[in-house]
């Protein structure tokens, strides 16, 4: 199984240089009608640079193809795509090396990567999938035991059955005859153990049992039973150890991460700039007071970091440890303060924030020093949420919980929000998340 996926995932690299220099020399055909001799070296160091960077990213983000979707595959693949484009347009920028290319083989070169990168991905799923309908490559699963992870295991296959598994039969975890009955009748090519509570201290037993089979053996906790915070299994000091509470922010992930912020960071700012400059002026101009609001709050692993606003309000004096949210016709709030605060045009500061590596685009939204030490106590995992940097905009947001959060039970729903967000963690999420925030829009009901 694993030399396969190795073998899978070289297979699905190369191709994806393949389709970045085939599509790099196809639009320079289109563009100029003919390959000259030689092929122009910028061209070509260009093309391999972006080839290479693609490969890169795309091993990052390959997930296996057995048991995945066509829709998530290509996802990441679009994914990988923007990334690789947009490291290649900042490397365009920073040596002011744009001119030196046709601008239409550019675009034409981007269009049809992009589009050999998603056909190839379609070509290889369905022959996989058609592969494993012919049965090559099929694997027979026994499942022993009756968790909760054994139903879902259920439903999964049941709905996925290109995948090549199919399940051959159930037994339960304590009854050993029924157990090398079916050793004997299906010679599965895989064992699930599916185990209850109850059925944790037979493990031992069961795997004596099954000491004779060739068969790959995998245990599949019940996840249900504990409440895991991007669990996983790590191997420390050559100990698998299962993770209950740890940040997605780690080895390349950090990297991959960070690459996002700046690119799209510097883009967006570059975008935004002439907004900036009138809010500023016109909250400038319509009350007294800065027009940058700073404010204390927690950022990631808990550390206190600045977070950057529009001045929305008139200036006051709040009590001494004590921040009081923003409510419906608050007379704090400055006129074209209220406008701010509801379209979040407020927080466009915040992008400084995110190219001074303090905050990201996507992630929960920070919070108040003064709130995070009251809700603490009340919601057990609200610390949780500072496992990864804040963001300007985040899962929470884009569903609509955002605004005040005058009841516990609000900040609960949003703090679920934000642990779904970090267990889940993908630049995929993050490029829907934006998407959504733009096709969704900036105005809340809920803000004031």
């Known amino acids: 199984m694993r030399s396969s996926s190795s073998v899978m995932r070289f297979f699905v690299n190369a191709l994806d240089w393949c389709a970045f220099v085939g599509a790099g020399f196809w639009a320079f055909v289109w563009r100029f009608g003919a390959l000259p001799q030689p092929f122009p070296q910028l061209y070509a160091l260009l093309m391999l640079l972006a080839a290479t960077v693609m490969m890169i990213v795309s091993s990052a983000i390959y997930r296996s193809w057995r048991g995945g979707h066509l829709r998530a595959m290509l996802g990441r693949n679009v994914m990988g795509w923007l990334i690789t484009w947009g490291v290649l347009m900042t490397w365009l920028v920073l040596t002011q090396s744009g001119n030196e290319f046709s601008r239409i083989w550019l675009v034409s070169w981007a269009g049809l990567s992009l589009l050999l990168l998603c056909t190839f991905r379609v070509v290889v799923f369905w022959l996989m999938r058609w592969m494993r309908v012919q049965g090559v490559y099929q694997m027979r699963v026994l499942l022993v035991g009756g968790g909760g992870s054994a139903s879902a295991i259920k439903r999964r296959v049941q709905g996925a059955t290109w995948t090549g598994y199919e399940l051959v039969g159930t037994v339960g975890a304590n009854d050993t005859d029924a157990i090398q009955e079916a050793l004997k009748q299906f010679q599965p090519d895989e064992i699930w153990i599916c185990p209850t509570v109850n059925d944790m201290r037979a493990i031992y037993p069961l795997l004596s049992t099954l000491r004779q089979t060739t068969a790959n053996i995998r245990l599949v906790p019940d996840m249900g039973l504990f409440n895991l915070m991007n669990n996983g299994l790590t191997v420390v000091l050559g100990m698998p150890m ?207």
């Open 242 to 448: 299962l993770d209950v509470s740890s940040t997605p922010m780690s080895g390349f992930n950090v990297a991959l991460k960070w690459l996002e912020d700046k690119v799209l960071g510097l883009l967006i700012l570059l975008l935004i700039s002439p907004v900036m400059l009138m809010i500023a002026l016109a909250v400038k101009l319509s009350s007294r007071g800065p027009v940058i609001f700073r404010q204390k709050r927690h950022g990631w692993n808990g550390e206190t970091i600045e977070v950057y606003k529009f001045r929305s309000m008139y200036t006051h004096q709040e009590v001494q440890g004590q921040v009081t949210q923003a409510r419906k016709s608050d007379p704090r709030v400055t006129p074209i303060g209220r406008f701010l605060r509801s379209s979040s045009l407020d927080e466009l500061p915040q992008f400084l924030n995110v190219m001074q590596g303090r905050m990201s685009i996507v992630g929960p939204r920070p919070h108040a020093v003064e709130h995070n030490l009251y809700y603490r106590d009340l919601i057990p995992q609200y610390a949780l949420r500072h496992k990864v940097k804040p963001g300007i905009t985040g899962w929470a947001q884009v569903n609509g919980l955002r605004g005040e959060t005058d009841t516990v039970n609000k900040m609960v729903s949003r703090v679920q929000a934000d642990l779904f967000y970090i267990e889940n963690w993908s630049l995929w999420l993050d490029i829907k998340i934006i998407a959504l925030t733009i096709l969704r829009g900036f105005f809340g009901k809920t803000a004031y």
